[in-house]
């Protein structure tokens, strides 16, 4: 399979032919080579974060749903499904949702694959799979909470140090009370609940299905969701997780490299991820559902607004990359 440089050339090539819609073309053709390797359908759920300053509008929302529904429509469920997550997360209640929408249509027949990273939300998504294909460069990241951009869990730790810092030493209160009077009076309160909803979710997730034959189920799945959740430990948001510690904390984890014997679904895999990251670094795409059959549902940055299926945004002009192209594979 072609390296991202390749791909682009593809794609440059068909629009000196005249193909307008030379983009659209070349990602769902390595799309659909993916699930015809696999024989199972395949979704691809990503987001253009990393090509868009703007995080919210490509985080998960109610209107993914929309997006699901659509390319779930009329696909032969018996045959799994294979869900590829490009994500930065998102919101909470809309990822339950999500989830289990997904679950009601495929039961546990659902495998996480992650071309290079899903994080936060995204890694809860990729939790309440079967199992999850990582690569050397693949990972996921905590599943704390954030409220309005701040960690949850830092916060109940400040409010915490704030209390054991006052009893020991009254004449810190005016301090104290600059930093904890910006919160509003219910906020401590929301913090803890969005950390024990999102705790309690992810541990049923992975109970229900990725653990479910195993006899330790729940001592492994309170290690895996503590591990995720330990602001203290991960000391940031951002953190990336690697395939070797996913392994180590008990998440079952499929090797990329290794699945296969020729490689031929790792160079399928990393080829359909060259063809998005092409696609939103040279489109108004910042979020796409797509399956292995072309349907697909797109939110554009300059609207905002969904698109009604097979209508992405084609490309008029042949695609000119300033920076360094990636390494290949």
């Known amino acids: 399979m072609p390296n991202w440089s390749e791909i682009l050339n593809e794609v440059n090539g068909l629009i000196a032919s005249?193909?307008?819609?030379?983009?659209?073309?070349?990602?769902?053709?390595?799309?659909?080579?993916?699930?015809?390797?696999?024989g199972r359908n395949t979704i691809a759920y990503y987001s253009g974060f990393l090509n868009n300053i703007n995080i919210e509008e490509t985080s998960i929302t109610d209107v993914d749903k929309n997006g699901f529904m659509t390319v779930i429509n009329k696909l032969d469920r018996n045959k799994g499904l294979d869900l590829l997550l490009h994500t930065p997360g998102g919101d909470l209640a809309a990822t339950e949702s999500l989830v289990e929408y997904l679950r009601s249509m495929f039961g546990n027949n659902i495998r996480a694959i992650i071309p290079q990273i899903a994080m936060s939300a995204g890694s809860m998504i990729a939790c309440s799979c079967n199992s999850i294909v990582m690569g050397k460069q693949?990972?996921?990241?905590?599943?704390?909470?954030?409220?309005?951009?701040?960690?949850?869990?830092?916060v109940i730790e400040e409010f915490e140090r704030?209390?054991?810092?006052?009893?020991?030493?009254?004449?810190?209160?005016?301090?104290?009370?600059v930093i904890i009077g910006k919160y509003h009076p219910t906020f401590i309160g929301e913090c803890e609940k969005a950390i024990e909803w999102s705790k309690e979710i992810v541990t049923k997730w992975l109970i229900?299905?990725?653990?479910?034959?195993?006899?330790?189920?729940?001592?492994?799945?309170?290690?895996i969701v503590n591990y995720l959740s330990d602001h203290s430990e991960m000391k940031a948001h951002a953190r990336h997780i690697g395939i070797d510690d996913c392994e180590k904390i008990g998440l079952r984890i499929e090797h990329l490299e290794t699945l296969n014997k020729s490689n031929d679904l790792q160079d399928a895999v990393l080829s359909v991820h060259?063809?998005?990251?092409?696609?939103f670094s040279s489109s108004a795409a910042i979020k796409i559902t797509e399956n292995q059959d072309g349907v697909a549902m797109l939110i554009n940055k300059s609207v905002n607004a969904p698109v009604a299926p097979q209508q992405?945004?084609?490309?008029?002009?042949?695609?000119q990359f300033p920076f360094q192209t990636p390494p290949q594979k």
């Open 138 to 154: 693949s990972s996921i990241g905590p599943i704390d909470p954030q409220m309005r951009g701040i960690p949850a869990t830092g």
């Open 162 to 177: 704030a209390k054991t810092e006052v009893a020991k030493n009254p004449k810190c209160i005016p301090l104290w009370q």
């Open 312 to 319: 992405l945004m084609p490309l008029q002009i042949p695609i």
């Open 208 to 223: 229900s299905n990725m653990l479910e034959s195993d006899d330790n189920r729940e001592t492994i799945a309170a290690n």
């Open 274 to 279: 060259h063809a998005y990251m092409i696609t």
């Open 18 to 38: 005249g193909r307008g819609d030379a983009i659209d073309v070349v990602r769902r053709k390595y799309l659909k080579n993916l699930s015809t390797i696999t």
